[in-house]
């Protein structure tokens, strides 16, 4: 089997890594970084755990923080517009995976220099190089975006969220701090959680998986499955918080070397077109396309139950597999997931927006990777099933 493998050079894992910054900026050789954040990390002084250690190392920063939830094309054109007069060597991503997406798209769109727009990056284009190296700092438990070849940015001449894979993506090092994740809100709580779950899940079952993202999709369902309800209902629960920021990466990792399938394929457009939190529209399909998909690959999601604690390991893979089902219908309530009806999606506009979300999820090429791969009218009746 072939394999080919990514992953950044380097990861600083734990409590309190975040305060070895100027010690990794060292390490890659670069002192005067560029970071960019969202306004919440700077509102609540979280920012100040990189800064901090920054100053204190006589390391000058410039700071971009003009960033948006589920980041847009014109949002990264400032970007590069900001940073473009700036003597920077280097890009600290700090935040959520909307700020580390944004930066990874800044670092692209500034190496393909003038005249060059986002969309010409998205897939089937690889968008493999960048202009400086770029260290991420996740502050949610969820998108591993610190750790994958991908950042995930919407145009907003068409709606689409576009997938922009490649090397030019892909941070250099990474910081990973249970610590930025305590104060993360029980809602955001519940949808990265969600999405690093499906990261794995979609990962394990992937056609593309290889024993190498099977190792990663592995160990991040044991750290996640057990703790996705307690940090949602406990979130000072310090081994908990841990255990999802690693299982996060890992099922970053997992899903970056497998690629992800159907329901990433069917989520990004709902985040498009009615403005649903990623890990939340993961939610909402996820029952659904875990139903679908179940017979064509039930070793693997029998074996994910049981890794996931969701089944005991006495279990045979009919009763496993049945248990998984049920198990992301209990948790979806538990974690109180709305529909999209109840997210306040109207029915007219729902049924309007399906043919083109079928056609975007599709043109993702992640529904290929699914165990079993469905055509537009299988993707439309999934789409109409959760409403
Ligand atoms: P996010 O970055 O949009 O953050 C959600 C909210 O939580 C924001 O308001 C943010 O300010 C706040 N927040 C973040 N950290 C906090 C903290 N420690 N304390 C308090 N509030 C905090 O959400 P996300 O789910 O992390 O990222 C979603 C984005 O990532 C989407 O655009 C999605 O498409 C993308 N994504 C990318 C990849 C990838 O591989 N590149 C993978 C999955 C998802």
């Known amino acids: 089997m072939d394999i080919s493998l990514f992953a950044p050079r380097h ?33 609540l002084g979280l920012i100040d755990r990189i800064r901090a250690p920054l100053d204190q190392a006589g390391i000058p920063h410039a700071i971009f923080s003009d960033t948006v939830p589920e980041p847009v094309d014109t949002v990264i054109e400032a970007g590069v517009r900001f940073a473009a007069d ?7 991503a700090f935040g959520g995976g909307s700020p580390i ?6 670092n692209i769109l500034r190496a393909a220099g003038q005249g060059a727009r986002m969309r010409d990056f998205k897939v089937p284009h ?25 950042t995930v940015i919407t145009d907003t001449g068409t709606d689409e969220k576009m997938l922009i894979a490649g090397l030019g ?26 999405d690093a779950f499906t990261h794995a899940l979609e990962a394990l079952v992937s056609r593309r998986a290889n024993p190498i993202s099977d190792g990663y999709a592995r160990a991040a369902l044991r750290l996640i499955g057990p703790n996705l309800r307690t940090v949602y209902r406990e979130p000072d629960n310090r081994a908990a918080r841990a255990a999802m920021m690693l299982g996060a990466t890992l099922a970053g990792l997992a899903f970056s070397n497998a690629s992800v399938a159907l329901v990433h394929g069917m989520s990004r457009p709902i985040g498009a077109h009615f403005h649903v939190p990623h890990g939340l529209s993961n939610a ?25 604690g969701f089944a005991p390991d006495t279990d045979a893979d009919q009763l496993a597999g049945a248990r998984l089902l049920e198990e992301l219908e209990t948790l979806n309530h538990d974690l109180a997931v ?15 927006t399906q043919p083109t979300m079928a056609t975007q999820a599709l043109a993702s090429g992640s529904p290929a990777n699914n165990p079993l791969i469905p055509d537009e009218t299988q993707i439309m009746k999934i789409y109409a099933e959760i409403y």
Do not use: Q
């Open 169 to 194: 993506a892909l941070p250099v090092a990474a910081i990973v701090d249970f610590e930025l994740s305590m104060s993360v809100p029980a809602r955001t709580t519940a949808d990265t959680g969600i």
């Open 126 to 150: 690889t968008a493999d190089h960048a202009a400086l190296p770029l260290i991420a700092i996740p502050t949610t438990a969820g998108t591993g975006s610190e750790a994958t070849r991908f």
């Open 86 to 92: 700036l003597d920077i060597d280097c890009i600290i």
């Open 338 to 352: 709305p529909t999209p009806s109840a997210f306040g999606i109207a029915r007219s506009d729902w049924d309007r």
């Open 11 to 43: 990861m600083d894992i734990g409590g309190g890594a975040a305060s070895r910054i100027a010690a990794m900026l060292h390490r890659l050789g670069v002192s005067r970084p560029l970071i960019v954040t969202d306004p919440v990390m700077v509102s």
């Open 284 to 308: 909402m399909l996820l029952p659904a396309v875990t139903r679908y998909s179940l017979n064509a690959a039930l070793p693997r999601y029998a074996e994910a139950a049981r890794l996931a």
């Open 101 to 106: 997406d944004t930066a990874k798209a800044i």
